[in-house]
């Protein structure tokens, strides 16, 4: 049987998606992130995972801005792997762009603003001012791993990639 809580969050997720559909996050779709996973992939999965954390860790966060500052904080449209100048320095410089995109397609609050550019904390110096930042900082880094080590089909992570669609 299903955690109430896990069932809660996804419904809570596909929601978010569902008002989300008339914007440019399936564009996401066409960019690869990390290993085989592309960036739509990795902000559900990093959204999943946000809310397990803050589940497990018993955190009172905002669900609905922990879950869109996840699904947005990646909201670039570039293969970063592709050599181009323009995505020079990407760890670096993709999430004040992601939250520039962001900004152009939604009205955010201040706590989903500041997760979006905050997000790759310590790579960027600044860090995050709010839990539900801390705690994507922390779901990026777990999906990361997993997807640059090909581990998104092991037991452990496969629920967070279930249900995605076909990979290619």
């Known amino acids: 049987m299903i955690n109430t809580s896990i069932q809660e969050n996804e419904a ?12 440019r996050l399936l564009e996401t779709k066409q960019f690869m992130q990390h ?3 592309n960036v739509y992939e990795h902000c559900i999965a990093v959204a999943r995972v946000s809310c397990l954390l803050a589940d497990k860790m018993g955190l009172s966060v905002d669900r609905g801005s922990l879950i869109r500052g996840a699904l947005l904080h990646d909201y670039f449209f570039y293969d970063w792997h592709v050599p181009d100048p ?5 760890g670096f410089t993709h999430p004040k762009r992601a939250l520039q995109n962001a900004m ?3 009205a955010l609050t201040t706590v989903e603003q500041n997760m979006i550019l905050r997000h790759m904390f ?3 110096p600044i860090p995050p001012r709010c839990l539900e930042g801390w705690v994507l900082c922390v779901a990026d880094k777990v999906c ?6 090909r ?3 092991n037991t452990f992570a496969r629920c967070f990639y279930a249900g ?3 990979r290619g």
């Not at 990361?144 to 080590?149: K, P, Y």
């Open 12 to 23: 809570v997720l596909q929601q978010i998606l569902s008002s989300c559909e008339a914007s």
């Open 35 to 37: 290993g085989d996973t």
């Open 86 to 90: 323009g995505h020079r320095l990407h």
């Open 104 to 106: 152009d397609d939604f």
């Open 122 to 124: 310590p790579l960027t």
């Open 144 to 149: 990361s791993t997993l997807e640059t080590g």
């Open 151 to 153: 581990f998104t089909q």
């Open 164 to 166: 995605l669609g076909e």
